[in-house]
């Protein structure tokens, strides 16, 4: 029983922890989504948006998106959304509960089984303020992580309860078993990563529960239901993740590479926990490991681990607590490689608490000769720089660029990380930095698939299309199946003046991704500038219908419906209904939607309105930098002025001065 002191202590001890983590993860207040896949678990995820509902779960138990499966993750996302919406503190709040909770539950269930106090807190302090971690917390779109390490610590938990029935002959010690299984079942729905589980509950067998040798086949056969699931984890995981070309083929990298690494991603792992610095959230793979590195890592790996093993009986703790690193750490140790990084600090989250036991049990042995004090000073110490370096790094987790910069500030030849800095300074109309970027993500190996088409798009934004159409091409060669290269020939087509040339593009796109509505629009373009205005309405209407406030596509609608030269087709209330619509959503400062809702306004007679339109269009600031469009609303102001409606003319691909047909393989016509 304990005694009041005990209880005390362990109220303390748990309060601490709680304080800590706030102070260090305080930063996590002013932290947004990153762009790094938190666009497709959260920002641009219809699914999640729709928060708890069957529908939701639903689709979490059947959906392979993001090339996993953990649909309790998904539905953890999607109460946050029901809660939070899309306010990212909310989600970073959630995060930041869950880890807290692991903190706590980590100490509670060491000092349940060990009897040690102080020991299981070192453990839980190290677990809960390393800086390694923050990658795990701050990164909104790892709650698996965070999520599924409760249940972890949840069946760990029950199965000791377990075994403390077992050994008392308790008969609730059946319904402690079966909610072990049933903890761990929901650990797999959250990551796959837990498939682990079982054969560290072998090491707490043999310590520190102390209930067999150190090879039992009976424990083994105890944990079957355990094994079974894990079996049948690993079978889903593999096939959601080879479906979604996650894994990387043996001809991308070889088998010998891969296990070169191995040693070398354990030694990384080790090095980071006891000198965290230069964390980052990609760790670039080579292109080829060093053999001496990989041998220099071997060996001391084997030194290590041949020395816990022989110390198994006087100090049990050092083999079990470095066989949970190395166990844990095995389904993400880059024998099946997904994707672009040797290690990543989330990974380490459920494998450093075994390193820790391993650590701080063996110091516990050094405090007598150190003195209590001391060994409280060096602990202190430690943690506070933890501490510290933790609110540090999660003040790098701010946003999407500050934490592509600091990546590249502390890792070398990061393709990845060049290339998805590149397409987010593009997209942030950066496009002259955003090139050197891509161009440089490009030329290191494991650059992402689709940077080819932001390269392509950044060359096209500085002025380059031929070369923008080489990379757009080739993206296409490497990706036939992928809409976007498509998408981006169609569109650099069109953008050339060659409509004819780009529909093919478009509609290819459009087959293989039906919903594209950017598709749908620039298909409609493609269309309007080639005369078919039938064609072009269908476009623009399947836009609207899939994205009902595309201003753009309700204003060229509109558009065509006042002013096309067959009168078959103007419907001027529908062509005013659709830019007023388009105003609305514009404020009122869009000078192509004013254009068109003066267009309406005078094909249904109403001229007055036309004119009042147009002149609002032309006093919308920043319209001198658009000399044709200002031209045009002027030259249809005294058309409106004068009682006329506006006819769009029938528009012709303009003729190659040679008298030859444009051909989207001629270089020069692009020049």
């Known amino acids: 029983m304990e005694?009041?002191?005990?209880?005390?202590?362990?109220?303390?001890?748990?309060?601490?922890?709680?304080?800590?983590?706030?102070?260090?993860?305080?930063?996590?207040?002013?932290?947004?989504?990153?762009?790094?896949?938190?666009?497709?678990?959260?920002?641009?995820?219809?699914m999640i948006h729709d928060g708890l509902n069957a529908k939701t779960v639903a689709w979490a138990f059947t959906t392979g998106y993001a090339a996993n499966w953990?649909?309790?993750?998904?539905?953890?996302?999607?109460?946050?959304?029901?809660?939070?919406?899309?306010?990212?503190?909310?989600?970073?709040?959630?995060?930041?509960?869950?880890?807290?909770?692991?903190?706590?539950?980590?100490?509670?269930?060491?000092?349940?089984?060990?009897?040690?106090?102080?020991?299981?807190?070192?453990?839980?302090?190290?677990?809960?303020?390393?800086p390694m971690h923050v990658e795990s917390v701050a990164?909104?779109?790892?709650?698996?992580?965070?999520?599924s390490t409760l249940f972890w610590l949840l069946t760990v938990w029950a199965y000791v309860r377990y075994v403390e029935a077992l050994k008392i002959q308790n008969p609730k010690s059946k319904a402690f078993y079966a909610t072990a299984v049933f903890f761990f079942a929901l650990g797999l729905m959250a990551k796959p990563m837990v498939v682990t589980l079982p054969f560290v509950l072998l090491l707490l067998d043999y310590w520190p529960l102390n209930r067999c040798g150190w090879l039992d086949f009976r424990r083994v056969a105890e944990k079957l239901p355990f094994f079974v699931l894990a079996?049948?984890?690993?079978?889903?995981?593999?096939?959601?993740?080879?479906?979604?070309?996650?894994?990387?083929?043996?001809?991308?990298l070889s088998l010998g590479n891969r296990l070169l690494g191995v040693p070398i991603a354990y030694v990384g792992y080790v090095m980071k926990m006891l000198w965290p610095v230069h964390l980052a959230i990609i760790y670039p793979l080579p292109?080829?490991?060093?053999?001496?590195?990989?041998?220099?890592?071997?060996?001391?790996?084997?030194?290590?681990?041949?020395?816990?093993?022989?110390?198994?009986?006087?100090?049990?703790?050092l083999a079990v607590g470095w066989l949970w690193f190395l166990g844990t750490l095995v389904p993400v140790i880059g024998l099946v490689q997904v994707g672009a990084q040797y290690m990543a600090d989330r990974y380490d989250y459920i494998p450093s608490i075994g390193f820790w036991i391993m650590i701080i049990w063996a110091a516990r042995q050094w405090t007598p000769r150190?003195?209590?004090?001391?060994?409280?000073?060096?602990?202190?110490?430690?943690?506070?720089?933890?501490?510290?370096?933790?609110?540090?790094?999660?003040?790098?987790?701010?946003?999407?660029?500050?934490?592509?910069?600091?990546?590249?500030?502390?890792?070398?030849?990061?393709?990845p990380i060049e290339g998805y800095l590149g397409e987010y300074l593009l997209n942030h109309g950066q496009a002259r930095e955003a090139l050197s970027h891509l161009q440089r993500s490009v030329a290191l190996f494991h650059a992402p698939p689709e940077i080819l088409g932001f390269l392509g798009r950044a060359l096209l934004a500085e002025g380059h299309p031929a070369e923008a159409r080489e990379q757009f091409e080739l993206d296409l060669k490497l990706h036939p199946e992928d809409p976007i290269p498509q998408f981006d020939l169609g569109c650099i087509l069109l953008d050339n003046g060659l409509p004819g040339k780009a529909v093919p593009y478009l509609q290819k796109a459009l087959q293989l991704r039906p919903d594209f509505a950017e598709c749908h629009y620039k298909l409609g373009n493609a269309f309007k500038d080639a005369g078919q205005a039938a064609d072009a309405i269908r476009q623009y209407e399947e836009t609207l219908r899939l994205t009902p406030n595309y201003i753009?596509?309700?204003?060229?609608?509109?558009?065509?419906?006042?002013?096309?030269?067959?009168?078959?087709?103007?419907?001027?209330?529908?062509?005013?209904?659709?830019?007023?619509?388009?105003?609305?959503l514009s404020n009122g400062k869009n000078p192509r939607v004013l254009g068109a809702l003066a267009a309406a306004y005078a094909e249904q007679g109403?001229?007055?309105?036309?004119?009042?339109?147009?002149?609002?269009?032309?006093?919308?600031?920043?319209?001198?930098?658009?000399?044709?469009?200002?031209?045009?609303?002027?030259a249809n102001l005294a058309l409106y002025q004068a009682g006329s409606p506006s006819r769009d003319p029938l528009p012709q691909e303009p003729p190659r001065q040679d008298g030859k047909e444009p051909n989207q393989a001629d270089e020069n016509y692009f020049k």
Not at 231 to 252: F, K, M, N
Not at 301 to 315: D, F, H, I, K, P
Request: aromatic share 8%; proline share 4%.
């Open 287 to 317: 292109l080829a490991w060093p053999h001496w590195q990989s041998a220099g890592a071997g060996v001391l790996l084997a030194l290590v681990t041949a020395g816990a093993l022989l110390r198994r009986r006087a100090q049990p703790y």
């Open 606 to 634: 109403k001229y007055a309105d036309a004119v009042a339109s147009v002149q609002r269009a032309l006093q919308v600031t920043g319209l001198d930098e658009d000399p044709p469009l200002a031209a045009a609303l002027r």
């Open 3 to 46: 005694n009041s002191t005990d209880k005390r202590a362990t109220r303390l001890i748990c309060l601490a922890l709680a304080l800590a983590i706030l102070a260090a993860y305080w930063p996590l207040k002013d932290c947004g989504f990153v762009g790094y896949d938190d666009s497709d678990y959260i920002v641009n995820n219809e």
């Open 231 to 252: 079996a049948a984890c690993c079978v889903v995981a593999c096939r959601t993740q080879q479906h979604a070309g996650a894994i990387a083929p043996l001809s991308d």
């Open 70 to 130: 953990h649909p309790l993750t998904w539905i953890s996302h999607a109460l946050d959304c029901q809660l939070y919406g899309t306010n990212a503190m909310g989600h970073h709040f959630t995060s930041l509960a869950l880890h807290l909770a692991n903190s706590i539950l980590l100490f509670l269930l060491l000092r349940r089984m060990t009897k040690s106090t102080w020991p299981s807190a070192a453990v839980a302090a190290f677990f809960a303020l390393h």
């Open 370 to 415: 150190l003195g209590a004090n001391a060994t409280a000073v060096l602990a202190g110490a430690a943690l506070a720089g933890c501490m510290a370096l933790t609110w540090v790094q999660v003040g790098f987790w701010n946003n999407t660029e500050s934490l592509y910069r600091h990546t590249l500030e502390v890792t070398t030849d990061n393709g």
């Open 139 to 147: 990164w909104i779109s790892e709650r698996k992580d965070v999520l």
């Open 552 to 584: 753009e596509a309700a204003a060229n609608l509109a558009r065509i419906l006042a002013c096309c030269p067959d009168a078959a087709v103007r419907d001027g209330p529908r062509a005013a209904q659709l830019a007023s619509r388009a105003d609305e």
